[in-house]
C-alpha cells in the first residue's frame, strides 16, 4: 500500500461504505451503476477545481442512488475536521472507479461489489 493511500484509508473506505450500503439496500445494483457514479462524482469536482459550473449526467435511477448516497458521505466528511483536499477525494473517488472496473473485468457485473460488501 502506497504512503498516500493509507494516509486516505478512511476517505477510500467511506467512499466504498457508501457504494455498499447501496448495494445491500438493492442487491440487483451491478459494478456499473456504481462506476457511472463516480464518474459523475468524478465530474463534479472536476468542475469544481476548475471554477466551471457541473452539468449533472443523465444516470440511472440505481446510480443516481449511489451518487446521492457518495455526495452525502463526502459531506458528512465535510462535517468533521478532516485535512483532506478537493484533489485528495478527486484521487480517491478515481482509485474506487479504477477498482470497480478493474473486480468487474476480472470477476463479472457484481464482482467489485461482491467483493467490497464483505469488507465495509
Do not use: C
Not at 45 to 57: D, I, L, N, V
Not at 94 to 114: C, N, P, W
Request: glycine share 2%; net charge negative.
Amino acid at each position: 500500500m502506497d504512503e498516500w493511500t493509507e494516509a486516505h484509508l478512511d476517505l477510500l473506505q467511506n467512499i466504498e461504505f457508501a457504494i455498499a450500503a447501496v448495494y445491500r439496500d438493492d442487491p440487483d445494483l451491478e459494478d456499473w451503476d456504481a462506476s457511472e457514479a463516480l464518474s459523475a462524482v468524478i465530474k463534479r469536482y472536476t468542475a469544481e477545481r476548475r471554477g466551471r459550473p457541473f452539468r449533472m449526467p443523465t444516470l440511472t435511477e440505481r446510480s443516481q442512488r449511489v451518487f446521492n448516497t457518495i455526495e452525502e458521505m463526502l459531506a458528512m466528511r465535510d462535517d468533521f475536521d478532516t485535512s483532506e483536499t478537493a484533489d485528495d477525494r478527486l484521487r480517491a473517488l478515481k482509485e474506487v472507479r479504477a477498482s470497480v472496473r478493474r473486480h468487474s473485468k476480472i470477476h463479472g457485473r457484481r464482482g467489485y461489489l461482491d467483493f467490497i460488501v464483505n469488507f465495509v
